[in-house]
């Protein structure tokens, strides 16, 4: 026996998920979203999709040619953050606005922190967030059947009636991603069943989020009321497809569940008491910025660690 | 306010539960309703059968059906054999045979080198060839006993006794110590010494650990088929040893002839119960197959006597018949030589000493040329650059594999996912604790639990970025306890 097999510490076997392979399932788990924001607000919506898309992969492939890094355009993390984030922009947001976006959340958010792994906050919405006080005046212009009119949620701000019928469906002003409840649910059942992300979070957020408005809202519990909060601003599209990135939540199973909690305080806290209808997007990135402390106190009990045997007998 | 919190956790898991079961839906738009009913019917029963478990885990391919349904063969060795003096956990054994000596199948040539020790037995006949360092399947050099067997297998006189009950504990102790039995399932730790523990009264459960949850391997199943009596004999003397204790038998219900095999056998002993448990890997790591039969927690430092418990490998428990019953030191085992790249996978009876490669020339050598052979499972097992390697008391297997997996994924960034969290049987955090072996941050890892990984290699198996976390948390953990010998 003269030639030498490998050898490596164990084991010796590897599941067949890949990272990439994940990203993929979150980006079909867009999709539902994504086709029906372009059925609802015309091919501009697909332009300004493609074009987040195309910045966000080509300005992660430009920075990692520039500082002489191996390409990892092909993990599909920079589709995810373009389709993200066009999905949190109104359709009539000026292409070149976009764009900046698109390249704020690839090169500052991302890249200049380490790249895939290390941002941490979430590349879509700071990049949103980033457009928000830039752009004030286009962000936040919404136009429905080539009417120019207030979202849903700012209509319930002012103490207006809302059709809840029609946020569940999604045929109401918003960004391209976050008006129809359905669709994005049908994509987060997707990603649920392929085992990409699970409920903690998004079932700790919402439930926050409502017995926050059911107490503080003036409303007491008032379904209408409460549907339209749940249904209404990117509140599904938030909770299923941002809080639950990776790279920005807690990795610890207590960790997950004080996030959750936390994004529906500070949602509630926003959405009522602050100045904008919205509150989703800041909650997030505040509470990606807590991560690392959520984590330092919810290191979970090892197993076995205890000051005596279990009994049950 | 914790209590509610990890309730709300579970809830959510349930749910998730829930949802899952909406994929017969898919089933049913792609094969129809009739799939759907037969699939429905096959989980149910599994999991009716498979009750007990742990938290955690992974479910790679099983890989048994390739020796699976292969009979147990008798191998006769040619040649040389080699014996290294250091086939268990404590100190060396010392030979007492000398270059030149004629020794019998069933002489001891090397005696224990102190209580945490075991003696080794000669498997053939032959002439002491050399004392010399050889290699081992973990890659180190061992000084080892070589035989040159002459092919006749003469044989000493063994000591059987017609019966067990007229021995006391001490000598059943006794004859186990002095036939060398060890930890036949890879640790090799010593059975006597586990058989010995500080209070006997408190021991309450004897565990038969015939999970065999590594893929690939099927040499306890096979034993559990063709040697069921012995298993349960050997059961029955290690209860002798404690008045309060129960057999348990723990077999994973992928194994369900095993289960009705061992639980028509048992159904007239009191004292023994088969555990059947949920088909999943770690199972049949030591804490975790304790709190799956007795939902008993341990930790890295506590014993399972700690617990009222001992765990044996089903191998160990036929070798301690063995001993006990016919006075047979250890010189066989049961060996699978499986993958996808032997011609004729199948198990064995070899006589220890034997090389890898000379068992795996009876089954048939290889069918394609492998990237990687490995002693042991897929999962905790060694890889080896050759072949020439001796067998030992604790070799389980060799598994050959055409394609290497490791060598073949690229690693990338880690994202978080946690997937290695879900995974890990100890609920610690692998990529955080493998982050922190990186940064050599000591501190960090200690407090992070670190120390309590049982480095079973789910995370690495999950991983979606292909990071070899277990590789750096076992590297960073012989660190750990390397700087806390020094202190001491």
Request: a neutral charge.
């Amino acid at each position: 026996m003269s030639d030498l097999y490998n050898v490596s510490s164990s084991s010796h076997i590897r599941a067949k998920d890949t990272s990439s392979k994940i990203m993929l399932y979150v980006v079909i788990g867009l999709l539902p979203a994504t086709i029906f924001g372009i059925w609802n607000f015309g091919l501009n919506a697909l332009l300004l999709i493609l074009v987040c898309v195309a910045t966000c992969v080509a300005s992660e492939w430009a920075f990692e040619k520039l500082i002489h890094k191996k390409s990892t355009v092909n993990d599909f993390s920079a589709v995810v953050t373009g389709l993200l984030l066009a999905l949190n922009l109104p359709h009539t947001l000026p292409i070149w606005q976009a764009a900046l976006g698109s390249v704020f959340a690839i090169v500052i958010v991302k890249m200049l922190f380490g790249g895939l792994g290390q941002n941490f906050m979430n590349p879509a919405l700071g990049a949103r967030c980033f457009l928000l006080v830039s752009f004030a005046g286009t962000m936040t212009s919404y136009t429905y059947d080539g009417v120019t009119g207030a979202t849903p949620l700012a209509l319930l701000k002012n103490g207006e009636a809302v059709d809840t019928m029609k946020m569940l469906l999604g045929t109401t002003a918003g960004t391209i991603g976050e008006t129809s409840v359905i669709a994005v649910l049908l994509g987060a059942i997707f990603l649920i069943l392929m085992g990409v992300i699970d409920l903690t979070i998004p079932a700790s957020y919402i439930v926050s989020f409502g017995v926050f408005v059911m107490l503080f809202g003036g409303h007491g519990f008032d379904l209408t009321y409460l549907t339209a909060h749940l249904c209404g601003g990117g509140l599904m599209l938030g909770a299923f497809f941002m809080a639950t990135d990776y790279v920005t939540s807690p990795i610890t199973p207590m960790g997950k569940v004080a996030y959750g909690i936390l994004l529906g305080l500070l949602t509630g806290l926003f959405r009522i008491f602050g100045a904008n209808a919205e509150g989703v997007s800041f909650a997030i990135i505040l509470g990606n910025l807590l991560v690392p402390i959520i984590e330092k106190f919810t290191i979970p009990r090892a197993f076995g660690q205890k000051k005596e045997v279990k009994q049950h007998e | 306010m914790k209590c509610a919190i990890i309730k709300v956790v579970d809830l959510c898991r349930l749910a998730r539960h829930k949802i899952y079961k909406l994929r017969w839906t898919a089933v049913w738009a792609v094969s129809g309703p009739k799939a759907v009913l037969k699939n429905i019917f096959k989980e149910s029963g599994a999991r009716k059968m498979g009750f007990m478990t742990f938290k955690g885990g992974v479910h790679p391919h099983d890989g048994k059906e390739f020796s699976k349904d292969k009979p147990i063969r008798e191998l006769l060795p040619k040649g040389e054999l080699v014996f290294p003096v250091s086939q268990h956990i404590g100190a060396p054994a010392s030979p007492v045979v000398a270059v030149g000596d004629t020794v019998l199948r069933g002489q001891k040539i090397a005696e224990a080198g102190g209580f945490v020790s075991a003696p080794i037995y000669s498997s053939v006949s032959g002439t002491v060839k050399a004392i010399q360092p050889r290699r081992g399947a973990v890659g180190d050099m061992v000084n080892s006993i070589i035989i040159e067997n002459d092919g006749e297998m003469k044989e000493v006189e063994y000591s059987p006794v017609q019966d067990v009950a007229s021995l006391s504990k001490e000598e059943i102790i006794g004859r186990v110590k002095e036939a060398g039995v060890v930890g036949m399932g890879g640790a090799g730790f010593p059975t006597h010494v586990k058989l010995s523990p500080k209070e006997p009264g408190k021991i309450e459960y004897i565990i038969a650990n015939c999970a065999e949850c590594e893929p690939y391997l099927t040499a306890d199943y096979r034993r559990m088929l063709e040697n069921p009596e012995d298993l349960i004999e050997g059961m029955r003397i290690v209860l002798r040893l404690f008045d309060n204790a129960k057999g348990l038998f723990g077999i994973e219900d992928n194994k369900p002839d095993c289960i009705a095999k061992m639980q028509e056998l048992t159904k007239n002993e009191p004292r023994m119960e088969v555990c059947p448990l949920k088909t999943k890997y770690p199972q049949g790591g030591e804490r975790q197959l304790i709190y799956a039969t007795t939902h008993r927690e341990i930790n890295s430092t506590m014993l399972p006597a700690d617990a009222g418990c001992i765990v044996d490998n089903v191998e160990t428990l036929i070798s301690v018949y063995k001993a006990v019953k016919l006075g047979m030191p250890v010189m066989n085992r049961i060996f699978t030589v499986t993958g996808d790249a032997v011609a004729e996978p199948g198990n064995f009876d070899i006589c220890l000493g034997m090389s890898y490669g000379e068992v795996l020339e009876a089954a048939g050598g290889f069918k394609v040329q492998p990237e990687k052979i490995i002693s042991g499972g897929p999962m905790m097992g060694f890889s080896m650059f050759g072949l020439d390697i001796p067998t030992t008391k604790t070799s389980s297997s060799l598994l050959c594999l055409a394609k290497d997996d490791v060598a073949a994924s690229e690693t990338t960034a880690c994202i978080n996912c946690g997937r290695c969290v879900s995974a890990c049987p100890e609920q610690i955090i692998p990529t955080r604790l493998a982050k922190m072996a990186g940064h050599g941050d000591m501190a960090g890892f200690e407090k992070w639990n670190g120390m309590e990984c049982i480095e079973c290699g789910s995370c690495s198996y999950i991983c979606p970025a292909k990071i070899p976390l277990a590789q750096s948390i076992r590297t960073m953990k012989k660190q750990i306890l390397a700087e806390r010998r020094k202190k001491k």
